[in-house]
């Protein structure tokens, strides 16, 4: 028999594959071995079902307990620093300038030199009135001879009574005179004073305005502005109080859980522009006595030691003051909130290691934590890290880091 007619007959338990593959196979193929073919079979029935892969393991997460401690709310606002004493170096006699005697931009101590006018002016004025002076002197003198003489004579009847009422009202009048010729000398001495000006305090100058040789006015008219002075040893800083902090405050303070600092000195620290962390320590000063209607703020105002000078008038400066009481509160990093629409929320590992989402109240930054109000327990395990990796309802495996941080 041919092995193609062998090839075309139907094989008693032959699969239907097994002839429709021995039908097609091309005749170079037909030699092979029966093995080689029935392994490629076998090949080919693998692919019905692929092995099911095994199951991935919770995603790991960082978890820790809030940190529980004594805190004090602090209330911020934006300040900026003024002077304590700010005053504007005026000429008090007019005249030509002669000398600048100070350095711009300097520290002056108060009664020094700052500028020298031309003093020969009202040199000879105080010599004028010293002439005067001198003769309603003599004046005197002689109208007091003559009131003793009349004294005398109107004893024996030599002179009448209107004779000594003359000579007294004579020597009222030189009195008058002299009196008037030593007001006229004091005030060129005074004016000789005026025309060396010098520091009424000490602080830091400001540059010169009048250089030698330029006429000044003197308070008689337009006072020509010579420079300025301004304290900064201690230095005011101003800030607004808005209207919801101001009634928190002050109902506090009628609930005897905070002084006011109307009548109490409330600490307050400062962070100056670029630092992180409050470097200047201060005490509350005033407090204005009616809110600004445009903008529904209380001016108050702290004083703040500047020994080293570093702080300038102008400079901004964000301001804590105290808002509370102490008390016992649970701390969280900011890494360990989410947002959820409007809602703050952190997630909990539960005790089984599924997370849940806690929604809760926060409130200030205190050395760099998060004051939680409501919504946690200090024995609550919260992710503080790996947050993107959890889901609620899923399974985590969690990690232990100290408390309040990060591993």
């Known amino acids: 028999m041919e092995l193609g007619a062998v090839e075309q007959r139907n094989r008693p338990g032959q699969p239907e594959g097994r002839q429709i593959l021995h039908r097609f196979l091309h005749p170079s193929f037909r030699s092979l071995s029966p093995l080689i073919l029935g392994s490629a079979l076998a090949l080919s029935g693998c692919g019905d ?8 393991a919770p995603p790991s997460v960082t978890v820790a307990q809030p940190v529980k401690r004594t805190v004090t709310d602090w209330d911020e606002f934006t300040g900026r620093f003024e002077a304590l004493e700010e005053v504007q170096v005026r000429a008090r006699v007019g005249g030509f300038v002669n000398t600048v005697e100070f350095r711009d931009g300097a520290i002056v101590r ?76 004091k005030a060129a001495k005074l004016n000789i004073e005026f025309t060396h000006v010098l520091a009424p305090m000490t602080g830091r100058v400001s540059r010169h305005l009048v250089s030698p040789g330029n006429l000044v006015q003197g308070s008689e008219g337009s006072a020509t502005l010579l420079t300025s002075i301004v304290t900064l040893d201690p230095i005011y800083i101003y800030f607004d109080v808005d209207e919801a902090t101001y009634l928190k405050n002050n109902r506090l303070w009628f609930e005897g859980k905070r002084p006011s600092s109307r009548d109490t000195p409330n600490p307050v620290e400062v962070a100056l522009t670029g630092e992180s962390k409050p470097s200047k320590e201060g005490k509350m000063d005033f407090l204005d006595n009616r809110l600004d209607v445009s903008t529904g703020t209380l001016r108050s105002r702290a004083i703040i030691p500047n020994k080293d000078f570093s702080i300038l008038p102008g400079q901004f400066g964000r301001v804590r003051l105290i808002g509370s009481s102490p008390y016992e509160a649970l701390l969280l990093p900011d890494t360990a909130i989410a947002t959820d629409q409007s809602r703050k929320i952190v997630f909990v590992v539960k005790d089984d290691n599924t997370v849940e989402a806690r929604p809760v109240q926060l409130g200030p930054l205190d050395e760099g934590l998060r004051v939680v109000r409501e919504g946690l327990k200090a024995e609550d395990r919260v992710i503080v890290d790996g947050i993107q990796r959890a889901r609620v309802g899923a399974k985590v495996t969690p990690q232990t880091a100290p408390a309040g941080g990060k591993s």
């Open 110 to 185: 108060a009664g020094d030199l700052l500028y020298t006018i031309d003093s020969r002016p009202f040199e000879a004025v105080a010599a004028q009135a010293e002439g005067q002076l001198a003769d309603s002197r003599a004046k005197v003198e002689l109208a007091k001879r003559e009131l003793d003489r009349a004294l005398s004579l109107v004893q024996t009847s030599a002179v009448s009574e209107q004779v000594v009422d003359q000579r007294r009202q004579a020597l009222q009048a030189a009195h008058a005179a002299e009196m008037q010729a030593d007001g006229a000398l």
């Open 49 to 56: 079902k692929p092995p099911q892969p095994a199951a991935a």
